[in-house]
């Protein structure tokens, strides 16, 4: 069973093989943290860069495309900066919360970096999913735990540091 249940309203998404690599990406990070992947799902949402900057403008009132969005379900974060979140309990409602991804976006951003595309979608689907588990980088302390979490999510998925400048 899936953990991403991916809804396409740009075909090109479809081309880059998004949903095999969302639900890898969203399978290793809750695996990572202790969680079986059966137990969850998360609903993704590939669009264009039109979209997100409408969901951007209406959420964040930031009226600009954007890579990756996330919604979650419930309020997980930390209260003391740099201290993980408490980890939600298998139960009744599985719905870890939404995530939204713009295709131009994460294309030019691939590209400038020199990165593979299905490198960086990745990265952002971790981002995004730890994002849901209540981990965020606004204080320095949290960014530092949730960068150090991607980086290990991601070498254990094979795949390089994204913030190592090459």
């Known amino acids: 069973m899936s953990v991403i249940d991916c809804i396409i309203e740009d075909d090109r998404w479809t081309n880059a093989s998004l ?3 969302a639900d890898a990406a969203a399978t290793a990070t809750l695996t ?3 969680l079986t992947s059966e137990d969850w799902e998360i609903s993704l949402l590939a ?8 969901l951007n403008a209406d959420f964040r009132h930031k009226p600009t495309p954007t890579n990756v969005l ?5 309020e997980r974060g930390a209260e003391q900066a740099g201290d993980r979140p ?3 309990e298998p ?3 599985p719905e870890l ?5 713009a295709f131009e976006t994460c294309a030019r951003e691939a590209d400038e970096a020199g990165k593979p595309m299905a490198d960086h ?3 952002l689907i971790v981002h995004a999913t730890l994002h849901l588990l209540g981990y965020d980088h606004e204080r320095d302390a949290d960014a530092t735990l949730m960068e150090g979490l991607e980086v290990e999510i991601l070498g254990k998925m094979g795949l390089p540091d994204p913030y190592r400048e090459y």
């Open 32 to 34: 990572h943290l202790g």
């Open 47 to 54: 669009c264009d860069d039109a979209r997100i900057a409408t």
């Open 91 to 93: 139960g009744p409602d």
């Open 70 to 74: 996330s919604w979650p379900s419930e």
């Open 97 to 101: 919360g939404d995530i939204a991804i």
């Open 19 to 21: 949903e095999p690599l």
């Open 121 to 123: 979608v990745t990265h």
């Open 86 to 88: 408490d980890l939600p």
